[in-house]
């Protein structure tokens, strides 16, 4: 991997648009490369991207440097890119955007060198055409309703609703994220799936009925005909649906920059007992040896050979112990890890943000909203255990009140993030 080093110049222009920065790159040429330490790339002649790691990585996360990371593109709400879509209303009491706009070499005038103000070392991205870079998006515009449904009392409460789920998040970000390093790599966007009939982003969040939603893009897509006719196993095994990062560059910042994002979440200890129950309380060969193992030799004393060999019969306390282990024996899943961490939403600007609690609701005005054909509904039933009941508010209190109100507040304070940043209300009253 080689350390990009860029000399740019910086223009600013100060109008009642806002403030504009033009950064100006040195030809591919003139850049000197250093092989930065510690770092294994496999870098054949044919591959478009590099697979590099560091040697220095602990945790077994892959780490992008300048080659594999992408400009936060300018993510405008692209609801209002659909055919006869909604228009994108402007919110003028806000900030205008930052916008830093990287020009190249050839393309410089009089104008920018006479401009010049002083030279930084930095890693950037080169590109021969101009990025648009949103350093602070405009998370806070959503398009307005199409005309004829802007009197309707359902349709303007559910969109004020994502008005407000927006800003929530949004602020919540603002007050507990850093947004000095507003770079997406392939790994922000290794869960988000794409429909390109209908220019969706949707980010999966597991048991939050992520297997209906692809059920859903499937047939958007002209791959299946009804979503009752989709296996479970097809829809995630099949590999039908294309996930973003399998994308080169250009192709994840168009899909940034131009399609619907969206993702839907749970309220997080509900999501974490959905979880369990399917994971450990039913036959499974995969959780069950690699989770399940582990977990039963470290916190359960006088553990039977059967179970140790087996890892079946997990109980819902010992699987609080290993969550909350900061040395777990076996690392997390992304069944039970935050939403703050699967879909990146301080770093993403998705349009839509809707709740597993009114899936129903939000599923429809969402399909309503990309102008999906009006025979397709979200599909209502379950996909797995269809004979258990669903996990509940009442069915997660009765597996949480199994733990100590001090296991309870450290559970509360794993999701906290996710609590403030959709949110949710405090589960139990004693916590603080």
């Known amino acids: 991997m080689m350390k990009l080093t860029c000399m740019f110049s910086f223009i600013l222009l100060?109008?009642?648009?806002g403030l504009v920065v033009f950064i100006h790159l040195q030809d591919p040429e003139e850049i000197v490369h250093q092989q930065t330490p510690g770092l294994r790339c496999n870098m054949g002649s044919q591959q478009s991207k590099h697979d590099c790691t560091s040697s220095n990585n602990q945790d077994g996360k892959i780490l992008l440097y300048a080659a594999d990371e992408f400009p936060v593109v300018n993510q405008r709400p692209s609801l209002h890119s659909m055919q006869n879509g909604p228009v994108q209303e402007q919110d003028t009491s806000r900030k205008q955007n930052i916008v830093v706009v990287i020009k190249d070499h050839s393309k410089k005038n009089a104008e920018a060198n006479s401009a010049r103000t002083h030279k930084r070392k930095r890693k950037f991205v080169i590109k021969k055409n101009p990025?648009?870079?949103?350093?602070n998006g405009s998370f806070?515009?959503?398009?307005?309703?199409?005309?004829?449904?802007?009197?309707?009392?359902?349709?303007?409460?559910?969109y004020q609703t994502?008005?407000?789920?927006?800003?929530?998040?949004?602020?919540?970000?603002?007050?507990?994220?850093?947004?000095?390093?507003?770079?997406?790599?392939?790994?922000?966007?290794?869960?988000?799936?794409?429909e390109d009939k209908y220019r969706i982003l949707y980010c999966e969040v597991p048991k939050a009925g992520c297997s209906n939603w692809k059920r859903v893009l499937m047939v958007l897509n002209g791959l299946a005909s009804s979503t009752k006719?989709?296996?479970?196993?097809?829809?995630h095994y099949g590999n039908y649906l294309k996930r973003l990062d399998g994308f080169d560059r250009?192709?994840?910042?168009?899909?940034?920059?131009?399609?619907?994002?969206?993702?839907?979440?749970?309220?997080?200890?509900?999501?974490?007992v959905s979880a369990f129950r399917d994971k450990f309380e039913h036959p499974n060969n995969y959780y069950h040896p690699v989770f399940g193992r582990p977990i039963i030799s470290r916190y359960r004393v006088n553990a039977t050979k059967e179970a140790l060999r087996t890892g079946s019969g997990v109980k819902f306390k010992e699987f609080i112990q290993y969550l909350l282990d900061v040395h777990r024996p076996v690392g997390m899943d992304i069944h039970w890890d935050h939403v703050n961490k699967l879909c990146s939403p301080c770093l993403i600007d998705y349009d839509?943000?809707?709740?597993?609690?009114?899936?129903?609701?939000?599923?429809?005005?969402?399909?309503?909203?990309?102008?999906?054909?009006?025979?397709?509904?979200?599909?209502?039933?379950?996909?797995?255990?269809?004979?258990?009941?669903?996990?509940?508010?009442?069915?997660t209190q009765q597996y949480f009140t199994q733990l100590s109100p001090s296991q309870r507040q450290r559970s509360y304070d794993f999701y906290y993030m996710d609590y403030?940043?959709?949110?949710?209300?405090?589960?139990?009253?004693?916590?603080?």
């Open 250 to 272: 250009k192709g994840i910042n168009h899909r940034l920059s131009t399609y619907t994002k969206m993702l839907f979440v749970r309220e997080p200890f509900e999501k974490l």
């Open 420 to 432: 403030l940043m959709f949110n949710y209300s405090k589960p139990f009253e004693d916590l603080y």
């Open 140 to 158: 806070h515009n959503l398009p307005m309703l199409k005309s004829e449904y802007r009197n309707d009392i359902k349709w303007k409460s559910l």
């Open 229 to 235: 006719v989709i296996q479970h196993n097809t829809v």
């Open 352 to 395: 839509f943000i809707g709740k597993f609690e009114t899936m129903q609701e939000d599923a429809n005005f969402f399909l309503h909203l990309i102008n999906a054909p009006q025979n397709l509904t979200f599909p209502r039933f379950k996909d797995r255990h269809s004979d258990e009941e669903r996990t509940t508010t009442q069915i």
């Open 162 to 194: 994502q008005r407000e789920r927006k800003r929530i998040m949004r602020d919540t970000c603002l007050k507990y994220k850093s947004d000095n390093k507003r770079i997406i790599t392939p790994y922000h966007v290794s869960r988000i799936f794409v």
């Open 14 to 17: 100060f109008g009642a648009a």
């Open 131 to 135: 990025i648009l870079i949103a350093v």
